[in-house]
Nanobody, 124 residues
Framework: QVQLVESGGGLVQAGGALRLSCAAS????????MGWFRQPPGKEREFVAA???????YYVDSVKGRFTISRDDPKNTVYLQMNSLKPEDTAVYYC??????????????????WGQGTQVTVSS
């Protein structure tokens, strides 16, 4: 089992940037595909980005060109660099891990392990 802790959230003005980090403990990350999800106020949790064990990435259309997911397996950490932030990016952001094959990039909301979330608020 792996434990995930997100950090890096906060309040930022529209057009600004934040980098979220997801630190894992208990197991090494190289066995997992990793994903970022978010839950806007009053809405359901939604997929944002994912990265396979091999480094293949996938993004929801609304963040393509603005967000970048990356992983540093020796540091057991996954990142989400968020640029050109918009008010509609306001949400609680969750990191998740799924036991997966080498090139798998899971996008469904049923990952095996989840962090507690970090709040991102973008003001207009």
């Amino acid at each position: 089992q792996v434990q995930l802790v997100e950090s890096g959230g906060g309040l930022v003005q529209a057009g600004g940037a934040l980098r979220l980090s997801c630190a894992a403990s208990g197991r090494t990350l190289n066995s997992y595909a990793m994903g970022w999800f978010r839950q806007p106020p009053g809405k359901e949790r939604e997929f944002v980005a994912a990265i396979s064990r091999s480094g293949i990435t996938y993004y929801v259309d609304s963040v393509k060109g603005r967000f970048t997911i990356s992983r540093d397996d020796p540091k057991n950490t996954v990142y989400l660099q968020m640029n050109s932030l918009k008010p509609e990016d306001t949400a609680v952001y969750y990191c998740a891990a799924e036991i997966a094959s080498w090139n798998m990039v899971p996008r469904r909301n049923d990952y095996d392990f989840w962090g507690q979330g970090t709040q991102v608020t973008v003001s207009s």
